[in-house]
């Protein structure tokens, strides 16, 4: 099995010897390849869906890792005891999600070292909630695949919230600025891109929202262009 460039860079993140789960782990790829790595002894596989469950099931039996892995039925992190595991990856599902289940157990999320979170839409919701809820986003990574850019968001609570200096850096992750992501300019230019179609959708029609959807997409456009 060869893990595609996003669940590569989503495992590269979990640290040596941790224990981790995978929440919706579906076909059980990142856990089943960091225990054939030796990566991490112990994961759990979780899955509110039998089917995908079964999936990484078989998974986990053709690489013979049955004695190293739980795999439990149920939604996000309730499936989920304190201290059971160090580390938690959500990834594949939409930000807003990912954040309604760091929300349904909170002790849960509070109290890993680490969760390793891969929204597919509603980055800027996911960030939004994770920097008012406690969470530090400790770092961020962006990959690229099959001419698609992810974004992985690296977070852990803290008590504390973080105050951003402008609603930008929930679009952008300010932690890809400070490390200056590879394909951070490429990242900003998909996104210009995107709100400069939706004004030449709207060109010549008025109307109170379209109006609003034009300033907005102006203003956003403004501030993307700054942070290349
Ligand atoms: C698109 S797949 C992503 C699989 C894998 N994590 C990845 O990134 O490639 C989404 C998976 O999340 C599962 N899922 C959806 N809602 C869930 C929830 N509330 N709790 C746990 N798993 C969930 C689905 O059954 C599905 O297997």
Do not use: C
Request: proline content about 2%; aromatic content about 6%; overall charge negative.
């Amino acid at each position: 099995m060869k893990l595609t460039d996003r669940l590569l860079k989503i495992a590269s993140l979990v640290t040596k010897g941790k224990r981790v789960a995978d929440i919706g782990t579906d076909h059980g790829y990142i856990p089943v390849y960091l225990l054939n790595k030796g990566h991490v002894e112990f994961s759990i596989l979780a899955d509110v869906n039998k089917g995908p469950l079964e999936n990484a099931r078989g998974e986990v039996r053709n690489n013979k890792l049955l004695d190293k892995v739980d795999l439990r039925l149920g939604s996000g992190i309730e499936v989920l005891e304190v201290n059971e595991v160090d580390e938690v990856i959500i990834a594949g599902m939409g930000g807003i999600l990912i954040s309604e289940l760091l929300e349904a157990k909170t002790e849960v999320a509070h109290s890993v070292e680490k969760l390793i979170l891969q929204p597919m839409q509603a980055q800027d919701e996911l960030r939004k909630y994770l920097l008012n809820n406690g969470y530090e986003i400790i770092d961020e990574v962006l990959v690229k695949e099959d001419f698609r850019i992810y974004e992985i968001i690296v977070t852990k609570y803290t008590g504390k919230n973080t105050v951003v200096e402008d609603e930008i850096y929930y679009e952008v992750g300010r932690k890809l600025i400070e490390n200056k992501d590879p394909l951070l300019n490429e990242f900003i230019d998909k996104k210009i891109f995107k709100y400069k179609s939706i004004l030449n959708k709207i060109d010549g029609k008025t109307g109170e929202g379209i109006d609003k959807k034009r300033e907005e997409s102006l203003y956003i456009i403004d501030k993307l262009e700054k942070l290349i």
